[in-house]
């Protein structure tokens, strides 16, 4: 497509900083905009694999992000009870196999890092879009601020309640998937002579705690969980928790994972979403990525991922492809994403990911740029 087009992203998440940074480096001009008026160090983890790390060697940041990281060997399960161990898979002691770190890091650093790759001249906080109205030469953005702005083509990044995916498909609520996710901070100097796991995920019949290291030091560990739940109040993202309320959903652990509790500081308690899959991805010059197109239970630590390779991908189609029409760069996108995001979606949803030992080649061995963008 033609460098000269004026593209707009809104959300400046993960996936939409992606997309921004590379957009950049392609040579369009671009604007990011985000409701945010700037973002704060949210107290949680993210674990980015070598198919993210391969894309942030593009953004040019695989090395700053690695440098503050936590880069552990292998990812372990264990039995919630007894401890004994279920898996143990090769994760950087397999790095050649990769050809990238898998990287546990926190996930304000991540993005900060992520959005020092975007051009600050670029980059628009504190723009929430209220409405949006294509015409027949681009496409007219109105923000709740009452301002303005016109951009050739648009590229809704903005997450599970996207309002861009509410303007193309209208609106619908996201699904509750009847579980929730626990996050706690710990500071690691109050596990001392605990036998402290790098990377590791404990296990019962209906619920789960995953905990790693934050930092290259490791002195921030982590730890997120998935448990049932009845239901969750419509339009809450998040809501203080206890370590009470943690202590009796965890019962019967591992005296480990109890440890785990009693260090924890910041304790809060997240809703899981999901939406039905989209009939369409993108229309006319509008196209999703990330969580506006496909949420999923977070359990395989791969929603990030996948909003962070849609982006590639999506970049790769409108620069790659010699077209200027968007209806041929935005469905070359879909069809290479689609089948990828919704095996991905699918196994997350399950819950299944790694519990034994398996081979996670599929996964982390998946190269972006290593696709014919022509098969
Ligand atoms: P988001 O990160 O949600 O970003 C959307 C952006 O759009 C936000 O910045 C928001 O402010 C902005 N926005 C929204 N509406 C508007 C508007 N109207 N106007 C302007 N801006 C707007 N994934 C992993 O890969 N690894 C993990 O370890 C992991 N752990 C997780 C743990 C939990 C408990 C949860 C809930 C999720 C986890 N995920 C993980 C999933 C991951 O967080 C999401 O899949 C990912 O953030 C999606 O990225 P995105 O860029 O599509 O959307």
Redesign the pocket.
């Known amino acids: 497509m033609e460098r000269s087009l004026r593209i707009g992203v ?7 900083t992606t997309a921004a940074g590379l957009l950049q480096r392609a040579g369009f001009s671009v604007v990011l ?4 008026p700037a ?1 704060s160090r949210l107290g ?5 694999g070598p198919n993210v790390m391969k894309i942030m060697r593009r953004l040019g940041i695989e090395e700053s992000m690695a440098a503050v990281a936590n880069e552990p060997q292998y990812w372990c399960s264990r039995n919630a009870t007894d401890g004994a161990y279920l898996s143990r898979i090769p994760l950087n002691a397999d790095r050649a196999r990769y050809q990238a770190p898998y990287i546990t890091i926190h996930r304000g650093e991540a993005h900060q890092i992520m959005l020092g790759a975007v051009d600050v001249a670029n980059v628009q906080f504190g ?4 409405d949006l109205h294509v015409h027949d030469r681009g496409v007219r953005l109105s923000f709740m601020d009452g301002t303005s702005d016109d951009v050739d083509i648009l590229i809704g ?7 861009v995916r509410a303007k193309l498909l209208g609106p619908e609520d996201p699904l509750f998937t009847g579980w929730i ?1 626990h ?1 706690g901070m710990i500071k690691a100097s109050k596990l001392a002579g605990l036998d402290v796991g790098e990377c590791v995920k404990w296990w019962s019949s209906d619920r789960h705690m995953m905990t790693y290291f934050l930092d290259h030091k490791k002195e921030e560990f982590y730890f ?1 969980t998935g448990e049932p739940a009845e239901s969750w109040p419509l339009g809450v993202s998040w809501v203080p928790s206890t370590h009470a309320e943690m202590h009796k959903s965890f019962a019967g652990y591992d005296p480990l994972v109890r440890a785990y509790i009693d260090a924890a500081e910041n304790i809060t308690k ?1 809703p ?1 979403y999901t939406r039905r899959p989209l009939p369409v991805w993108h229309r006319g010059r509008v196209v999703l ?4 197109c496909h ?2 239970k ?1 359990h395989m ?7 962070i390779e849609d982006a590639a991908m999506l970049v790769r189609c409108m620069s790659e492809i010699e077209t200027n029409d968007p209806n041929t760069c935005f469905e070359a996108y879909r069809h290479h994403r689609m089948g990828r995001a919704s095996r991905v979606q699918e196994v997350s949803n399950a819950n299944t990911w790694l519990r034994t030992n398996e081979d996670p080649s599929w996964v982390y061995g998946y190269d972006v740029y290593g696709i014919d963008l022509h098969a």
């Open positions: 809104v959300g400046a998440g993960l996936g939409g905009y985000d409701q945010m973002f949680a983890g993210i674990q980015l723009k929430c879009l209220a990044a903005d997450g599970l309640n996207s309002c996710g996050r997120v997240w899981l990525l990330g969580d506006a949420p999923m977070p630590a791969q929603g990030a991922a996948m909003a």
